[in-house]
């Protein structure tokens, strides 16, 4: 699996990384066969939203702290962090298409707030 297009996040840098930022944070497992499948398409969405929003990992096996400060209970699991407060979470894995739809909207309501 390339992971060299995201940030990994840990617990030395989580926080940091999502201040002032829209970030989409990935929380998976090596030994998670949906996660992997689901990396293939975290690219696609980087590119599509690549001015909008960050994408970054977080393998929660490394990082139990921050799984579970962030109740994540199922994997994959991705959060949608604005200025590290969560605005929509995804469990399981997501269909490309709706997790574009569900993103936009989410970033359409950011715009619309500002």
């Known amino acids: 699996m390339n992971q060299s297009n995201f940030q990994e996040l840990n617990y030395l840098n989580f926080e940091a990384a999502m201040a002032g930022k829209i970030m989409l944070i990935d929380f998976w497992a090596e030994w998670c066969h ?3 499948t ?3 398409m975290l690219s696609e969405i980087h590119q599509h939203f690549r001015e909008q929003l ?3 990992l977080l393998n929660v096996d490394d ?3 921050i799984a579970n400060q962030h109740s994540v209970r ?3 699991t991705l959060i949608l ?7 929509r979470r995804f469990i399981g ?3 490309k298409e709706q997790l574009i739809h ?3 909207a989410q970033l359409n309501k950011i715009q619309q707030n500002d």
């Open 34 to 36: 949906p996660c992997k």
């Open 38 to 40: 689901q990396h293939l």
């Open 54 to 56: 960050e994408v970054a």
């Open 63 to 65: 990082n139990k702290l």
């Open 74 to 76: 199922n994997l994959p």
């Open 81 to 87: 962090f604005r200025d590290g407060n969560e605005i």
């Open 93 to 95: 894995l997501q269909n």
């Open 102 to 104: 569900h993103i936009n």
